[in-house]
């Protein structure tokens, strides 16, 4: 039999229970809140905004070298990152040209994109560099490797001194500088915000950000 006192303790317990609850909730709200929240030391502005070749759908674009350690590493998660992408972000690579040393890597990336190269080329350059200690730094080069997906030397010859490797050279140079970008690989979302693993901490953190500026400068739009 449950006295009036006992219902008393046992209404007050119930109610103590429902706010350690709601408090607990609440706090648990606040901290994901908190965790979702962009932060400002993750990321900055580029020196310069510059337009974007995506249309409608944002664009994260990739600043890389072919020769750089770092981007090679990078390569299977930004792939993996690129199959679960926001669908409203479409992801561009950007050869970065801060010196003409770098000229040439970029303009081999372009003359493999003029040619419809497959991506296994792309990959097949990069583990060229930094597994097998292969660097192909002419023309010569290029076209003796690029010989093994198909193509003849006058096309790889004709594609890498084309008119549209050369605007995408300029394009790319422009970028390079508007983008404020100090090294590389560094992730240029929409022409306005700047990322990389020394901004966030860490690669997976980096893409954390991204996707929050994605969202970020969707809403902008």
Sequence with gaps: MTTRKQSTLFYRAKQSLVLLFSFGALMACQAQTT?????????????????????????????????????????????????????NAELVKVPAIFSARWEFEAQAF????????????????FHRIHVQKKYINNVSALTEFLSEYGFAADQVESAFNSFAVDTNMRNAKKISIASGATGVPAIIVD????????????TQEMFKVVDQLVKKAAAER
């Design 110 to 125: 372009y003359a493999m994109q003029a040619l419809n190269a497959p991506q296994e080329a792309y990959d097949a350059y």
């Design 191 to 202: 022409g306005k915000y700047l990322t990389s693993v020394t901004h966030a901490g860490s």
């Design 35 to 87: 965790a979702d929240e962009l932060d400002p030391s993750k990321y900055q502005t580029v020196t310069s905004e510059f337009a974007v070749s995506t249309g409608d759908k944002i664009e994260v674009a990739e600043l890389f070298w072919f020769k750089c350690g770092h981007c090679y590493a990078l390569e299977p998660t930004l792939k993996k990152w690129e199959e679960g992408k926001p669908d």
